[in-house]
């Protein structure tokens, strides 16, 4: 595979981020291809309706004029969809359709997840065309400026490793990025953060298909000490669940917050903000279903040349989320007054 685009200099080429190989760092694959049977996505100006790119038997790999995209473009797929500005790659109104497969995790309901993600470049722009690249349910959106480098990968799967943003400074600093999750019109269809009381009650457990011991492992690849977890649910949808996935990305505390009924040590997380400091070339993944209650080992530290998740194959534990949510288990309030 080729490597991935890097900064250099000040100034960004784009032609440095057309020579990076879709896939290299693509999201963790779903759960199973059954849940992106039929997947694929397509660009639409929101101002003209009009649709610029899609997907189709061969592979896109083209770059397209942000004025042909709008200010703000929809991405729509099949089973997923979100919106993104162009002049800083924020990602809005993130959301699963409902469509129909058998690993749907929303009960055939269209279901909101993120209002927005929003990453703060501090006076960067973005400001060259936008390199797209569609294959099947995979889609990939770059854009520069000078200093900067904004990614986009997704999958337009039912479940699984759908989704992650990247930013890349040639100052080498890291990039605040503030998740807002969506309000929904639909009573019990809001999602919200809450810690996991599955994980809660077994932290310190050795849990996995490499495991002799729950309490000395040996800890490896496929034998993980359980921490506290952060997941989202909604009260409507029993197999709907999710996680913010970080590489590379260090969250900050909100010591404001806590579960309804208060834990300690609390995981100092709101139930409807998170904010994540993401290192240059780290990156910020949405994975949902099976793939965001597993056991697993932190992601890999890496920024450049990254590979793919290795499929673990149901070797990890998975401890699941409990439905509905207990009441006491929620984090609260929803956002901080802590927040920049």
């Given amino acids: 595979m080729a490597g991935r685009a890097r900064i250099i200099g000040v100034a960004l080429a784009i032609a440095a981020l057309g020579a990076s190989a879709f896939g290299a760092t693509a999201p963790a694959q779903a759960a199973s291809s059954k849940g992106c049977v039929g997947g694929g996505y397509r660009l639409v100006n929101l101002s003209t309706g009009a649709t610029v790119a899609a997907s189709g038997e061969d592979r896109i790999r083209t ?8 200010s703000t473009f929809a991405v729509r797929g099949r089973y997923t969809q979100f919106e993104v500005r162009s002049s800083d790659f924020a990602v809005l109104n993130q959301a699963f359709t409902g469509a129909a497969n058998e690993l749907d995790i929303t009960g055939g309901r269209f279901t909101p997840v993120y209002a927005s993600k929003v ?25 520069t400026g000078t ?42 269809l809001t999602p919200f953060y809450f810690d996991n009381p599955n994980f809660r009650s077994r932290i310190g457990q ?25 997941n989202i649910a909604n009260g409507l949808s029993p197999r ?12 900050v505390s909100q010591p404001a917050c806590n579960t309804a009924t208060p834990l300690t040590p609390s995981v100092r997380h709101c139930g409807g903000v998170s904010v994540w400091d993401v290192a240059s070339g ?15 080992n932190p992601p890999t530290t890496c920024t450049t040349d990254c590979q793919a998740q290795n499929q673990v194959q149901g070797r990890l534990a998975d401890l699941g989320a409990p439905f509905p949510v207990p009441a006491g288990s929620r984090l609260t309030p929803r956002t901080s007054t802590l927040l920049g």
């Avoid at 770059?63 to 709008?70: E, V």
């Avoid at 050795?206 to 002799?212: D, K, N, P, Q």
């Fill in 63 to 70: 770059t397209i004029a942000a004025s042909r995209l709008g």
């Fill in 119 to 143: 990453p703060n470049h501090r006076g960067l722009v973005l400001g060259s065309g936008i390199a797209v690249e569609l294959d099947d349910e995979e889609l990939s959106l770059q854009r």
């Fill in 147 to 188: 200093g900067l480098s904004m990614k986009i990968q997704a999958k337009d799967c039912a479940q699984g490793g759908i989704f992650q943003m990247e930013p890349q400074r040639s100052d080498g600093t890291t990039t605040r990025v503030t998740h807002r999750l969506a309000q929904s019109v639909t009573p019990g």
């Fill in 206 to 230: 050795f849990l996995g298909s490499g495991c002799t011991s729950v309490t000395t492992g040996p800890p490896g690849q496929f034998c993980v000490q359980v921490a506290a977890r952060v």
């Fill in 240 to 251: 709907f669940v999710a996680r913010d996935s970080a590489q590379v990305a260090t969250r």
């Fill in 282 to 296: 780290g990156r910020m993944g949405f994975v949902t279903g099976e793939d965001a209650t597993e056991v697993a």
